[in-house]
């Protein structure tokens, strides 16, 4: 059967589905001056739209959200938006919303070198059932190691020299990485057991000496 479900069960395993991420009253990135009016969220792929989100999303000054109208524009994808009017200095300007931090097109790429580390080729969606967890495994790993390059070139990029964030911010990184590793490894284990029974290997053995056999003429 094939394996149509691979990405939304990929998705479910990484906890990245559409409502699975909220940021609640988080501070943003501006300058809250009486005069500007652009500000940034501090996370990529932003998925809520300020200028369409429905209550509790979107933003708040000091505690109290702001209409879609006050919100003159949005780019979901660089993390930026203008407000109608600058806030002044005393002001505290937070903001709600959902993030999701994998494409399915990505998503897709860490199931095809997941299928291609099973030595099945580029199409998962033909992966045997019982090796589909170790497959999950492997690709959530390859998800894992870029979210962790992902946050450091991130983190390098948002933040100015002047205020850069300490060192605790980039433990997520070195997390991130972790939960990488953890992945693979589960991934082999789980591989390992599907080919083994009972001490029994059943992985296809590559590379193997057969030996010589001495050919033996029949007696007369």
């Not at 999303?57 to 109608?84: E, P």
Request: net charge neutral; with cysteine; charged share 25%.
């Amino acid at each position: 059967m094939s394996w149509a479900t691979a990405i939304a069960d990929m998705r479910l395993k990484l906890s990245d589905n559409p409502n699975d991420k909220l940021r609640a009253y988080k501070r943003v990135f501006g300058q809250i001056d009486g005069t500007n009016t652009v500000f940034k969220t501090f996370e990529f792929r932003r998925i809520t739209d300020f200028t369409l989100g429905a209550v509790p999303l979107g933003i708040y000054k000091n505690q109290v959200r702001l209409n879609t109208s006050d919100i003159a524009s949005d780019d979901v994808t660089t993390g930026y938006f203008t407000l109608a009017a600058a806030p002044s200095g005393s002001d505290v300007i937070e903001a709600t919303y959902y993030v999701q931090f994998f494409y399915d097109a990505e998503l897709d790429g860490f199931l095809r070198l997941a299928s291609n580390w099973l030595g099945l080729g580029n199409d998962y969606t033909n992966i045997a059932e019982g090796l589909r967890p170790a497959a999950l495994q492997y690709a959530c790993g390859e998800a894992y190691q870029k979210l962790a390059m992902r946050f450091a070139e991130h983190l390098s990029e948002t933040y100015r020299l002047e205020d850069a964030p300490d060192a605790n911010r980039f433990k997520l990184v070195d997390e991130y990485k972790r939960m990488g590793e953890d992945c693979r490894k589960e991934g082999e284990n789980l591989r390992n057991q599907f080919y083994t029974r009972q001490g029994q290997s059943l992985q296809p053995l590559f590379g193997v000496n057969a030996g010589r056999v001495r050919n033996v003429e029949p007696s007369r």
